[in-house]
């Protein structure tokens, strides 16, 4: 398999392999898909930023930058320049520390998509932009230098296309309660500057989750290629794989049944007729379980019809002529089932079918099968002979596939004595069913 190889020009980032551009394009990814995998995307973006500033050494950074604003405040020289009391900067300062503290905390104990931690940011940065809204009105000019503060902020929350939305309302909501500060306390020529400072940090905080959102939309587009090509690999492996199994192993074994048959005509005891009987016997089994797995690689889902039809072919094929074989398809509204349900399933039916015939000589065999609201429900009922509890606790071979194929779909499998007959019940939870509709269809 060649490697994939992914840059970033062109309609689908730039893919190298010749006849993957071809194959996307037959096959694009749906709008559902795109929405998606974007929000995966803003999930990463989210919790990969968060680590860069919701750690200790950053959180810490950050207290000591907000202590060193507050002795630079303190200094007689550099009051002209901060022109606000100390007497105010230092709660203010301890406001903030104190929200940025909580969301540190909060974000460490419950993680980065807990609503808590959602709220705490939300606070966060609330807190900050009342703080340098309070901290630039107090010092009676709109050329104010905590206009820093502001510009701070903008950085931080550009940063989260998470919560841009958020973050453009906290914003201009700051900004609108700037200019109303100035007006009402009649500081026109203040109102119409904060105007116009507040408008730049609203186009730079724009350009910026623009750039954001951009980064996010690209690596979306991204995963859902490198997953589309991964897709279309795999396919085309699983055909391979499944081509070799059925020239290779399956003509070896089905030289070896017409060789076993020819050798039985020539077998001098009825001894040696029984061990190659038994012979073809094993190897037309094993020929049968090969080409379950080859069907299984070729169908990587199947519809509900084909797959009905499969199990009638399949299990009318275990029955002689002395036996009946009825199959009770519920035609339940369902998509495809995906992966290997088809193959597990068909084969749990034939096998509960074969050890009927073989071992409770019956009249009649019923194949039950239908979705409801909460389960795939298949049922194999006969009216031969019977089994007993010791015998299905005893049971090899088989009866013990039959159980490994159910439990590895997630699924129950019950084998009990019906009076008369045998009936084995398979039950597979409907949550399990990835692509199938939730709710049955009246």
């Not at 609201?373 to 071979?397: C, F, N, P, Q, Y």
Request: aromatic fraction near 6%; include cysteine; hydrophobic fraction near 45%.
């Amino acid at each position: 398999m060649s490697a994939i190889e992914l840059t970033l020009d062109g309609p689908y980032m730039g893919v190298a392999e010749k006849g993957q551009r071809e194959v996307l394009a037959q096959a694009p990814y749906t709008e559902a898909e795109r929405e998606a995998a974007i929000v995966q995307a803003l999930e990463a973006n989210w919790a990969d930023g968060l680590v860069a500033v919701r750690g200790i050494w950053p959180t810490a950074s950050f207290i000591a930058m907000a202590l060193a604003v507050c002795i630079l405040v303190m200094i007689p020289q550099l009051q002209g320049l901060w022109r606000v009391d100390v007497a105010l900067v230092l709660p203010l300062m301890g406001a903030v520390c104190t929200a940025v503290v909580m969301a540190t905390w909060v974000y460490r104990r419950h993680g980065p998509s807990h609503p808590m931690h959602f709220r705490a940011t939300y606070t966060e940065g609330i807190t900050v932009m009342l703080v340098g809204i309070a901290l630039i009105y107090a010092s009676g000019s709109a050329g104010s230098v905590w206009w820093l503060v502001i510009v701070a902020q903008l950085f931080n929350i550009s940063q989260r296309p998470r919560i841009k939305s958020f973050s453009m309302c906290l914003e201009l909501g700051g900004i609108a309660l700037l200019v109303a500060l100035f007006m009402v306390s009649g500081q026109w020529w203040d109102g119409l500057a904060s105007i116009l400072f507040g408008g730049i940090c609203i186009w730079l905080l724009w350009i910026m989750l623009g750039g954001q959102m951009s980064n996010v939309r690209g690596t979306a587009e991204r995963s859902l290629l490198e997953r589309k090509l991964q897709s279309v690999h795999m396919e085309r492996e699983r055909e391979r794989i499944a081509r070799d199994l059925h020239d290779g192993i399956g003509a070896e074994l089905t030289s070896l049944i017409f060789q076993a048959r020819a050798l039985k005509s020539d077998a001098l005891s009825e001894h040696q007729k029984a061990r190659l009987e038994s012979f073809v016997e094993q190897a037309r089994g094993n020929l049968d379980e090969l080409r379950g797995v080859v069907w299984s690689l070729q169908h990587e889902t199947m519809e509900w019809a084909d797959i009905i039809g499969r199990l009638a072919r399949k299990c009318t094929s275990q029955c002689p002529a002395a036996v009946s074989f009825v199959l009770v398809d519920r035609e339940s509204p369902v998509g495809p089932l995906p992966g290997e349900w088809p193959h597990h399933i068909v084969h749990i039916a034939q096998e509960a079918v074969r050890n009927a015939v073989r071992h409770g000589e019956p009249g009649q065999i019923t194949l039950t099968i239908g979705v409801d609201e909460d389960a795939l429900r298949l049922e194999v009922v006969d009216d031969g002979k019977g089994i007993t509890a010791e015998a299905v606790a005893a049971s090899r071979g088989g009866l013990r596939n039959m159980k490994r194929r159910a439990s590895n779909l997630g699924g129950t499998l019950e084998i009990e004595d019906a009076a008369p007959g045998v009936r084995v019940r398979a039950v597979f939870s409907r949550q399990l069913l990835t692509g199938v509709p939730s709710k049955a269809v009246d």
